[in-house]
């Protein structure tokens, strides 16, 4: 039996964090949950649960060719979220690979709770 792990179009952290700071346009979604968000964010990034995501995109994001970067921990429920949104018409919806994880290991800038 074979298994193959879906593809989803992913972004490095490195590339996410060249592509956020000059571009304005870009949603950054963080499908973390609530606690995890409070306790570190990535800077302007949108606070939405996956298991919300169906419900609520479309108020946060109305416009399906709106570039969306999606991140959470580490890359799971992300990629999960960018199948999601490719299902709803999204068309520019790309995964972090990494999550936050990686963003704080690269050293990379986020919003700490104190």
């Given at each position: 039996m074979f298994f193959f792990k879906s593809t989803v179009p992913s972004i490095t952290v490195e590339k996410a964090f060249e592509?956020?700071?000059?571009?304005?346009?870009i949603v950054l979604l963080d499908v973390r949950n609530a606690h995890e968000y409070e306790e570190v964010h990535i800077k302007d990034a949108v606070?939405?649960?996956l298991q919300e995501l169906e419900q609520?995109?479309?108020?946060?994001?109305p416009r399906k060719e709106t570039p969306i970067f999606v991140y959470c921990r580490t890359g799971n429920r992300s990629t999960k979220a960018v199948q999601k949104l490719i299902k709803l018409g999204?068309?520019?919806?790309?995964?972090?690979t990494g999550?936050?994880?990686?963003?704080?290991?690269?050293?990379?800038?986020?919003?700490v709770q104190k």
């Open positions: 592509e956020i700071a000059p571009h304005n346009n606070l939405l649960p609520k995109i479309e108020n946060i994001v999204y068309t520019n919806a790309y995964n972090i999550g936050i994880m990686e963003w704080e290991q690269k050293h990379f800038p986020v919003t």
